[in-house]
């Protein structure tokens, strides 16, 4: 099955930790990232995408695959 997630949050270390532990994990970007601002403070976003066996749930918790 194919699964796609969106990890979105403030543009510091962690969020390059998060994107960085996908990658490790099977992970794949897709696409660039995004960059927004909120008043206060810039959020990034970033598009990942995995092929898996099996078949797809609507209740996978797509951080554990």
Known sequence: MKLYRYLTGPDDSFFSIRVSEALNNGWQLHGGPT????????????????EVPGDFRRDLDLSKL
Do not use: E, H, P, T
Request: hydrophobic residues 55%; proline residues 0%; glycine residues 12%.
């Open 35 to 50: 960059l927004a601002f909120d008043g206060s403070r810039a959020i990034a976003g970033q598009a990942l995408v995995k």
